[in-house]
């Protein structure tokens, strides 16, 4: 297979045009070409006047080696990839089923893959299935009635499912578990351009197709499914995992208990802690949704506010403060909304998520600030979790429990905000113009007023007075890191911390990637039931 970098082809061409410029590259007929495949494609707009797509091509010939010899380009090359391979299993006895607690991407990509290698998991979520599940959260948007065990935050699919569904990491992974995480997505339902686009996405309406289609086959390989299921105690007996508890009630004997609870478990960090479970403190980043129109960020990214064969415009935006933290846009949704993402009573956070068609009025993304433990005023393991409470609850204070909201302008003025600009919010959940500044502490709101004057320089207009900020967003990452060793094991013997709540993800595609991890560090120990 030859692979053919850095080839540049203008936004809505053809099939018959690609299959030229990849003959011209190779210094061959197009009826040479046996068969081709994109493996890469991004978008080359730093002259806005002529745009590009930029492929990498696999590309299956005759006489590959004469071919590349003759080329003689850099660009052109031999490639062979490498599919991934589970490992062979252990030697070790296991006696009892793998249970997996929590069904976000790390708690369904570890289930998927023991339930395929004859593991049988059991596979425990405290909220409802992706469909009920989705019905609740609307329930919730259009009433405020909030459901704390299946909401944004909690049930099948995790924090994820209500995101815009980016499938793009920066993990580095040489044997080939990030695009097998994707070629599982593709399985499941998921468009197969997610393979091959720099920056994929799925969005919140394909990815409950998905979720569902995955946990229906880890069923057909023998695992179990359980909804309304919370584990609310673990048995530890002699520094191992004897059995979980479910509901306060019904106990589950296991040798082994993955702890792909999400971010957002704060009672389940709690129980942890009382069990004595290692876990330590971890930095994070909190403060607020922007909103702009997606025009806005279409001209600036691509010199147009509509081009029909172009995706609508992201941006990545970080900047260092003076005061020495850093902050810098998170989650970015174009064509996307905000959304109130709160778990617990009397308590708001918000996040922001988008359709696959990316085709609301307005982009929105998090502009967040780096806080430490130096910032949470304890060094009780889960400060940080009582940190983002007390944002969150001067956040449902603030708005009295609708979202808060707050022009830019007013709130670089400290002022509370009583009529809309230009900028029509796109929010799922109500919202009401407040003083957002009332939520936050003094320099979470001196660091943001700099950071976005300061990204008005990169993309034009973002600081405009117009702007639509709402808050609070708080659950970037897991405010805590359980400790586990380099066989992904914690202290307490059977317990494995794993994905993003455990602290070693950052994301959708990350989370599941470490959700194989555990998966093969379970498999390379113990033999299959």
């Not at 002529?50 to 590959?64: H, M, P, Q, R, W």
């Not at 996405?201 to 359980?226: A, C, F, M, P, Q």
């Not at 004057?453 to 117009?466: A, E, L």
């Amino acid at each position: 297979m030859i692979r053919i970098q850095q080839l540049k082809l203008s936004p809505g061409h053809s099939e018959e045009q690609m299959v030229s410029e990849i003959a011209k590259a190779l210094k061959i007929k197009k009826d040479g070409i046996r068969s081709y495949r994109i493996a890469k494609r991004s978008i080359d707009a730093r002259k806005k006047n002529d745009i590009k797509f930029v492929y990498a091509i696999d590309v299956e010939t005759s006489d590959e080696k004469v071919i590349i010899r003759k080329v003689n380009n850099n660009n052109v090359m031999s490639t062979n990839e490498v599919p991934y391979v589970f490992p062979p299993s252990g030697d070790e006895e296991l006696k009892r089923r793998p249970v997996i607690i929590g069904t976000g991407p790390a708690g369904l990509y570890c289930g998927l893959f023991l339930a395929k290698h004859g593991y049988r998991p059991i596979l425990l979520e405290r909220g409802e299935e992706v469909q009920k599940r989705m019905k609740s959260v609307d329930r919730f948007w259009n009433t405020g009635i909030l459901d704390t065990s299946s909401n944004v935050q909690f049930g099948e699919g995790g924090a994820g499912t209500f995101s815009d569904g980016k499938l793009n990491t920066l993990v580095k992974d040489p044997v080939g578990r990030n695009r097998k995480v994707l070629e599982v997505f593709v399985d499941a339902g998921a468009p197969s351009e997610i393979l091959y686009l720099n920056k994929p996405h799925i969005g919140t309406d394909v990815l409950s197709r998905v979720v569902e289609n995955i946990r229906e086959e880890i069923k057909r390989y023998g695992g179990e499914v359980r909804f309304g299921s919370q584990v609310t105690d673990i048995e530890i007996e002699n520094g191992s995992v004897r059995s979980v508890t479910v509901n306060g009630k019904e106990k589950i004997e296991t040798d082994i208990a993955v702890l792909s609870i999400g971010h957002s478990a704060r009672d389940t960090f709690e129980m942890l802690h009382r069990k004595s479970v290692p876990m330590t403190q971890k930095c994070f980043a909190v403060g607020v949704r922007i909103e702009h129109p997606q025009a806005l960020i279409n001209k600036s990214q691509y010199g147009t506010t509509e081009n029909p064969y172009l995706p609508v415009a992201d941006y990545k935006l970080v900047k260092q403060l003076q005061d020495g933290r850093s902050i810098y846009s998170f989650c970015m949704c174009p064509g996307g909304y905000v959304v109130n993402a709160s778990s617990e009573e009397n308590r708001l956070a918000v996040n922001g998520m988008s359709y696959h068609a990316r085709d609301s009025r307005n982009a929105n993304s998090a502009m967040i600030v780096t806080v430490t433990p130096e910032d949470f005023g304890s060094d009780h393991a889960l400060a940080g979790v009582e940190f983002q409470r007390r944002l969150e609850e001067k956040a449902f204070a603030a708005g009295a429990g609708k979202i808060p909201a707050q022009l830019f302008g007013d709130f670089c003025d400290n002022r509370g905000s009583t009529m809309l600009g230009d900028i029509e919010p796109c929010m799922k959940g109500e919202y009401v113009l407040t003083n957002l500044r009332e939520a936050l502490p003094d320099f979470l709101s001196r660091s943001l007023i700099e950071g976005i004057r300061g990204f008005d320089g990169m993309i034009r207009g973002f600081g405009r007075m117009d702007a639509v900020l709402s808050g609070v967003e708080s659950r970037t990452s897991s405010p805590v890191r359980i400790t586990r060793d380099e066989y992904f094991e914690s202290e307490i013997a059977g317990l494995y911390p794993c994905g993003e709540g455990a602290g070693y993800a950052g994301g959708i595609t990350s989370a599941a990637m470490d959700g194989i991890k555990v998966a093969e560090a379970v498999a390379k120990k113990y033999h299959p039931l």
